[in-house]
């Protein structure tokens, strides 16, 4: 099933007395990026965060947020660096030497760095990991469940979307086997204005349009472009990352809708083809969105 890659997902998780709320996020990217914002304690666990991550969501950019609390619903004691205050008061005081006139109150050395640091009481990583394992599990199934969603409604799009391809092309290939007795007569109307009627060599002019119809050809190109369609189409019903995939395809559709333009010299077929690119563009940008 398509999936796009945005998405979100949230849980909450309880174990010896501690207490774990897990956020994922994903938006688009080229690639499985992960980055997260985790208590400094348990940074040890961010490469199995990482690829518990990964297992599920291949392509996009992750965003994982936890936070963990204890019973009393604090991640940590703040302490404060009593030296470290006393420092700052020192400090301060030579600036009234300097003619800086005002006094150090609690508020404005209490948001200066280093005044406080924040303990943790030992904590078990394992243990942690116990209970964290399961909470990622649970927001990563979510957010992908929203992917997964989000991802059906850009396939009942990107269906659509082929089959005006579909016609188009089929426009294409009923107006294709007009063009050669079309150029035919503008070649002899070239022709007959620049020779008499008795000097035009018929046999010469046949070979002429014989080689004119055969490169300006387009029923390979067609036959390509189908195939092109049938391949989206089933690559929208597998079960894996298939963005990459469709983007490819895409650029091939494109490729072949630029050559049956180049080479049909045929106005109304130069008007079917700016259509087709159009809705391939359209296609494009919606493959962005694509894991």
């Known amino acids: ?14 174990a010896d007395g501690l207490r774990a709320s897990v956020e994922v996020r994903t ?41 963990i609390q204890n019973e009393e619903g604090s991640q ?53 990991w116990a209970m964290l394992e399961s909470g990622c599990s649970e927001a990563v199934s979510e957010c992908q469940r929203m992917r ?6 850009l396939a009942e799009d990107f269906r659509h979307r082929i089959g005006l391809l579909n016609e188009l092309i089929g426009k294409v290939e009923v107006l294709a086997p007009t063009r050669v007795e079309s ?30 119809a055969e490169r300006s050809d387009i029923t390979e190109e067609c036959v390509r472009f189908h195939s092109h369609n049938i391949q989206f189409l089933e690559t929208l019903e597998r079960d894996e990352s298939v963005g990459r995939r469709l ?14 333009g180049s080479k049909a010299g045929n ?3 130069a008007h079917l083809v700016v259509e087709m690119k159009e809705e391939i563009e359209k296609l494009k940008e919606q493959a962005l969105n694509v894991e």
Not at 107 to 127: C, K, R, Y
Not at 148 to 153: A, F, I, L, N, S
Not at 190 to 205: F, G, I
């Open 76 to 128: 940590s004691t703040p302490r404060l660096n009593q030296d470290v205050v006393e420092a700052y008061i020192a400090e301060l005081g030579k600036l009234g030497s300097l003619g800086i006139e005002g006094q150090a109150t609690v508020n404005s050395i209490a948001g200066l760095p280093n005044v406080f640091t924040f303990e943790t009481a030992d904590i078990d990583v394992e243990s942690v």
């Open 183 to 212: 150029a035919k007569k503008r070649l002899e109307e070239k022709l007959k204005a620049l020779l008499t009627p008795e000097a035009v060599d018929q046999n010469r002019l046949m070979m002429e349009i014989a080689i004119l």
């Open 1 to 14: 099933m398509l999936a796009s890659m945005t998405g979100f997902g949230k849980s909450q998780v309880e």
């Open 27 to 67: 938006v688009n990217g080229k690639f499985g990026d992960v980055s997260m914002h985790l208590p400094r304690y348990i940074s040890e666990l961010e490469s199995r965060i990482k690829d518990l991550v990964l297992s599920t969501i291949s392509r996009g950019r992750v965003d994982v947020s936890i936070t």
């Open 247 to 260: 983007n490819f395809l895409l650029q091939e559709m494109l490729r072949e809708a630029n050559t049956i």
């Open 148 to 153: 997964r969603v989000e991802g059906e409604k």
């Open 267 to 269: 106005a109304d077929i």
